[in-house]
């Protein structure tokens, strides 16, 4: 929350990203946010433009980690949001895999894409994204996934975390069979990889999410047990 609060009030409200995407939206707002009581107050779909906004200017990968883990956890799943994390996923994504070292701020930004997009467009708990804005996610995503396996992406000590935010990726976003295929595919491969504990989460989200057929399983299963 810290976090949050120091990337919105410093990086985004000060910058003049607010009012940009305020009159975007119809909503020619200077800063909302003079003190932290009026920013608790603010308009969620304001915060959620002026993130947004953020991510489409040529910024340094610590503030696109920020970024991103701002618009997950802010929790809006429309199909504008969907369009944002795509595209900021492909980006870090060409930005690894472009790399023949790549750096410490290039593995955060596509781990802190990928958390976010679990976020906002796993399955929750009542709180499911629209038909349009999953098929986006899920759709525009699936090859970059395979690669990150395929190519061995995630391998070697710094990028674990890369195979750890894969891992919990599919677990929530299967909401139908068609990701679901894709998903235990996934997990089972990412149980033989180097990393003990992406073997571990690989194998507990396959003991609980899906059926023997395959099927997907309600998320209260991870607490009832197998």
């Given at each position: 929350m810290i976090s949050l609060l120091f990337f919105t009030r410093s990086s985004v409200a000060d910058r003049g990203w607010v009012g940009r995407?305020?009159?975007?939206?119809?909503?020619p707002w200077g800063n909302p946010w003079p003190s932290l009581g009026r920013y608790m107050t603010a308009h969620g779909e304001l915060r959620t433009a002026a993130v947004?906004?953020?991510?489409?200017?040529?910024?340094?990968?610590?503030?696109?980690?920020?970024a991103l883990f701002a618009l997950g956890f802010l929790q809006r799943r429309?199909?504008?949001?969907?369009?944002?994390?795509?595209?900021?996923?492909s980006t870090a994504y060409e930005h690894l895999r472009g790399a023949e070292e790549p750096t410490s701020g290039q593995i955060a930004e596509?781990?802190?894409a990928l958390f976010a997009i679990g976020d906002c467009f796993g399955a929750g708990f009542g709180?499911?994204?629209?038909?349009?804005?999953?098929?986006?996610?899920?759709?525009?995503?699936?090859?970059?996934?395979?690669?990150?396996?395929?190519?061995?992406?995630?391998?070697?000590?710094?990028?674990?975390?890369l195979a750890r935010a894969l891992a919990y990726l599919l677990t929530f976003m299967t909401h139908d069979q068609k990701s679901a295929d894709l998903s235990k595919s996934l997990l089972t491969r990412l149980m033989d990889h180097q990393?003990?504990?992406?073997?571990?989460?690989?194998r507990w989200s396959l003991g609980w999410r899906f059926d023997q057929e395959g099927k997907v399983q309600p998320l209260l299963r991870a607490a009832i047990g197998q």
């Open positions: 995407a305020g009159r975007k939206l119809g909503r947004r906004q953020f991510l489409e200017e040529e910024i340094e990968s610590w503030l696109r980690v920020r429309d199909g504008a949001v969907a369009r944002t994390l795509v595209d900021a996923c596509l781990h802190a709180a499911r994204p629209s038909k349009e804005a999953a098929t986006t996610v899920q759709g525009e995503t699936k090859e970059i996934l395979e690669s990150l396996v395929d190519n061995k992406l995630t391998e070697g000590r710094e990028r674990y975390p990393d003990p504990t992406t073997q571990s989460f690989a």
